[in-house]
């Protein structure tokens, strides 16, 4: 009888059901599948390819980020049918146990080489963005086990990814980050008010290291790709029906029905 050499097949198999059927699937059988996270970014891929969510070119919009400068960063690509435009309606998708996170999210202004990319330091990435937006994140996982699947599980599902919504652009500058307001308005919820609570400090600081991973295959980057850069309140439970509205004093804001 022929054993399956690709460990990550039935995995990717799973993934991929999940998102046709909008049905979460269980973690366990896979705990052992992914040996580090290059095979959990393999995975992605492969995803990525069942899905079909790629075909006309690479990935537009990204997510990236980690709790601290010290921790290893992870990246995910993200579905086109899930990024939308503020005010986004999100009646027609099935979140499982969706969660909020208050970001901004950065535009490349210019293409980025695999070469640029290797030169580029937190201190010299500014000037390749052209824009920023406020941005709401919609956390949802494919695994039943949500927050508690293994971590590679979690990185092969997108890092736990369900939708992203984008406010208006506005020309990209460097602030005072540290001094920065977010307030975060979810259904009846007390608002949620932080600032300067970037886990980076600094959204951009992490732009060398996602475009090294996005680079790392020789491929460059197009002008116009975004990332979204991290939580600035942690992880907000939502349910279906609320409205979520997320402002930044000075940057702007953006608003999502789920």
Do not use: N
């Not at 609570?197 to 975004?226: F, I, K």
């Amino acid at each position: 009888m022929q054993t399956d050499k690709d460990p990550t097949r039935g995995l990717t198999h799973a993934l991929v059901a999940a998102w046709q059927t909008g049905q979460t699937t269980s973690a366990l059988p896979w705990a052992g599948a992914l040996g580090d996270a290059a095979a959990a970014y393999a995975a992605q891929e492969a995803v990525a390819q069942g899905m079909g969510w790629f075909r006309a070119g690479p990935a537009q919009h990204w997510k990236s980020g980690g709790p601290h400068r010290q921790a290893v960063l992870t990246h995910a690509p993200l579905p086109p049918a899930g990024v939308r435009t503020s005010p986004a309606d999100y009646a027609d998708m099935r979140f499982h146990t969706p969660g909020i996170e208050a970001e901004i999210a950065l535009r490349l202004g210019r293409a980025v080489s695999p070469e640029q990319a290797a030169a580029m330091t937190p201190a010299t990435a500014g000037p390749w963005v052209d824009a920023m937006a406020v941005s709401i994140e919609i956390v949802d996982s494919r695994w039943q086990e949500g927050g508690d699947a293994p971590a590679l599980l979690r990185l092969a599902d997108l890092q736990s990814h369900g939708a992203l919504v984008l406010g208006e652009w506005v020309p990209y500058a460097a602030r005072d980050w540290a001094a920065q307001p977010c307030e975060v308005r979810i259904g009846s919820q007390t608002p949620v008010v932080r600032q300067g609570t970037h886990p980076l400090g600094d959204p951009a600081w992490l732009l060398p290291v996602w475009l090294r991973h996005l680079t790392r295959s020789g491929a460059t980057v197009p002008a116009g790709t975004v990332v979204t850069t991290g939580s600035w309140v942690g992880l907000l439970q939502a349910q279906r029906g609320d409205s979520v509205v997320v402002s930044f004093d000075g940057v702007g804001s953006a608003t999502a029905q789920l």
